[in-house]
């Protein structure tokens, strides 16, 4: 059949075909939302007589402004929460995390999966082998009234992983090379298709970090094959296995393929302002920090937290150095707490704060100011995206982060 596996999947939900047909009108299993963009969309939804299709199929938390930092916040969240008590969903999840951690903590996303979220980072689901894009408000007011969308069919690139992943790099750093590799617009409009033939075998939490960013590609899926790793994830989490992977034909068509030998990765940084502006954390010069922030969907996981607990240990921030800490979901602050990782962080002088988007967006718990010189695991660093207009954000692995933290800079070159 020589079908890639977002060729399958668009396929099993296709209701309809436009006459061009590489266009497909698709149902979807299930719609994310949260309270900045929902808001966008009420008085349209209210104006036009709407309901939802499915109300078990809707995902809506309010991660952007949990809690509010100002009243203009306060307003739009308590108006995003009356709206979604309304229409009575099973499924608002209110203070909990950021929403596409939410997503893949939630036994909707499946593999094999069709999702759309109101927000571009939705495309992190793909690491459980699911299609998974973020769409504007319009588009997302159409689905939720009638479950179904729109969609081009993508051509696909193929990037398989091979060797061992050295010690000192993780999912973070392997993204970061192909953003190096593609740029930000190397995969507009493309799936990324993505094989995990490693040595060492990329931890789900890896995968996560992976495709969350393969949006800063212009990808519209960045989908992990699903393997041994998904299964067992998906298990634990259900505490059911899933049904019949779907995998790609063994004759898959792709427009490109790449091999990415992570045997030959060192830590990666990604230098303002652009999360493609790469260069390997050794060959940057040394340049002194304020702010280090570990959080927002694309790393704030609990192997993150981990890694960064076991780098503290003992140790001490920087005296010039704010380590902000932010658990991507509160399930994830919970089982850091339990395990200990939040006091030894505490004790070394990070700051940790309410599970939710936080600076990364530049919305508060740590936005910075004109001054400020950030190393982030946050998955952007445009100028602006974090705080104030002259402030610096370089993107990096956990590990890179509360190194820099302790050290008071990022960077090993010599000034």
């Known amino acids: 059949m020589e079908l890639t596996l977002s060729d399958k999947v668009l396929a099993a939900h296709a209701i309809d075909r436009h006459e061009s047909d590489s266009v497909l009108r698709v149902g979807i299993d299930a719609l994310l939302g949260h309270d900045a963009t929902i808001s966008l ?125 050295p010690n000192d790099c993780n999912g ?116 002194p920090i304020t702010t280090a922030f570990l959080g927002s969907c694309a790393s704030g996981r609990l192997a993150d937290i981990q890694l960064a607990a076991e780098i503290m240990a003992g140790k001490k921030v920087n005296e010039r150095v704010r380590f902000v800490v932010i658990p991507a979901s509160i399930e994830v602050f919970k089982r850091a707490l339990k395990l200990g990782y939040v006091e030894t962080l505490t004790e070394a002088g990070a700051v940790f704060n309410q599970s939710s988007c936080g600076p990364c967006g530049g919305i508060d718990k740590g936005v910075l100011g004109s001054q400020d010189v950030c190393v982030s695991t946050s998955n952007r660093n445009f100028r602006g995206r974090m705080g104030h207009w002259d402030s610096a954000t370089y993107l990096a692995s956990a590990r890179t982060v509360a190194t820099a933290a302790l050290q008071g800079y990022v960077g090993e070159k010599a000034l």
Request: hydrophobic share 40%; aromatic share 6%; glycine share 6%.
């Open 172 to 287: 973070r750093d392997v993204v970061l090379q192909l953003l190096s590799l593609l740029g930000e617009h190397g995969a507009r409009y493309r799936t990324l298709e993505l094989h995990d033939e490693s040595e060492s075998r990329l931890p789900q939490d890896e995968r996560f970090a992976i495709s969350n960013m393969t949006v800063e590609m212009g990808a519209k899926f960045g989908i992990f094959v699903p393997d041994e790793i998904t299964v067992e994830y998906c298990t634990k989490r259900d505490r059911i296995s899933p049904t019949a992977l779907m995998l790609p034909d063994v004759d898959a068509r792709y427009e490109r393929e790449i091999d990415v030998d992570l045997t030959m990765l060192r830590p990666l940084v990604a230098k303002p302002w652009s999360p493609a502006n790469v260069t390997s954390v050794d060959e940057l010069k040394r340049t």
């Open 41 to 165: 969309l009420i008085d349209r939804f209210e104006r036009l007589g709407l309901s939802i299709w499915d109300l078990e199929r809707v995902i809506f938390t309010n991660d952007h402004f949990s809690p509010p930092a100002d009243i203009e916040r306060a307003d739009i969240s308590a108006r995003f929460l009356a709206f979604s008590r309304r229409l009575r969903l099973n499924h608002l999840l209110i203070d909990k995390g950021i929403c596409h951690q939410l997503l893949v903590e939630h036994e909707l996303c499946q593999p094999g999966s069709l999702i759309i979220g109101a927000d571009s980072h939705t495309i992190m689901a793909g690491a459980l082998g699911v299609c998974a894009t973020g769409m504007g408000s319009t588009d997302i007011l159409f689905a939720l009234a009638t479950g179904t969308t729109w969609m081009r069919v993508p051509e696909t690139i193929k990037i398989t992983f091979r060797g061992l992943l």
